[in-house]
């Protein structure tokens, strides 16, 4: 049993043996609290990957040297958080990290390839449309004048994470299929000459159509996250309007809060 500051200690046979958990007995952190909290550490950087098995209570309990009551309490959190699943016959199983994305202009093909999590893109549709109403105003241009929508499914680790429309005005030149599924948006319109400056930026939350449901694999009135962002270079010109969806279960906005002096 690991005492007060020691390391516990796994024994071979799943993927916990290779952390380094320290489980303080003093702490007035609940001990399950502490377990949770390092586990999802390792999920999101790396130290437990998709995939890798935990084990049952039954075995993590004797690994961890723990009661069985904490290390369900522990693994239930994270499975409530959609990082770790049990499966029947095999035990418990890390399924993903959640995406924590800086609130800055910044492309999410670049967040997540910055945070290790191997991003791919699908393109559903790269085609010239009319603009409804919205992405006119946006853009700054006459209802109905043409523009490029480009809607893509962005995945990490095989697993959908956001559906994503972005709409360009017809003065930025047209984006091959095959760039946009092999690396982001903003970098293709820097390489094109496009010195973004600065976004307006809405982030929302609603329940998942059966469309969306289907393309996120998530159920019908699943949670989802919102954002609309109207992008511009450094002459104040609009050249990109996004408004983009994504899975609660997977993803996170990370905010930083300053108080004003």
Excluded at 179 to 207: D, F, K, M, N, P
Excluded at 232 to 258: N, W
């Amino acid at each position: 049993m690991p005492r007060t500051g020691d390391r516990s200690r796994a024994v071979p046979g799943s993927a916990v043996d290779a952390l380094d958990l320290t489980l303080d007995r003093g702490s007035p952190v609940p001990l399950y609290h502490q377990l949770a909290q390092q586990l999802e550490a390792a999920v999101e950087h790396g130290g437990l990957a998709p995939g890798d098995l935990l084990g049952n209570e039954i075995d993590l309990s004797a690994r961890l040297g723990l009661s069985r009551p904490t290390v369900r309490q522990a693994i239930r959190s994270l499975v409530d958080k959609g990082l770790l699943v049990r499966r029947r016959g095999v035990g418990t199983q890390v399924v993903h990290s959640k995406v924590k994305r800086p609130l800055e202009l910044s492309s999410l093909y670049d967040d997540l390839e910055a945070a290790g999590q191997e991003p791919t893109t699908r393109v559903v549709r790269n085609e010239r449309v009319p603009a409804a109403a919205d992405v006119a105003a946006a853009l700054g241009m006459p209802e109905g004048a043409e523009v490029t929508l480009l809607e893509r499914l962005r995945s990490t680790h095989g697993q959908p994470v956001a559906h994503l429309r972005n709409y360009l005005p017809p003065a930025l030149p047209d984006l091959d299929t095959a760039r946009l599924e092999a690396t982001g948006l903003y970098r293709l319109l820097r390489a094109a000459g496009v010195t973004l400056h600065s976004a307006r930026q809405t982030i929302g939350a609603r329940s998942a159509t059966a469309e969306e449901a289907a393309l996120l694999a998530e159920r019908t009135g699943a949670a989802l996250l919102t954002m609309r962002r109207t992008a511009y270079d450094d002459t104040g010109r609009a050249v990109e309007y996004g408004t983009h969806v994504y899975r609660a279960s997977r993803y996170a906005f990370d905010f930083r809060l300053l108080v004003r002096p």
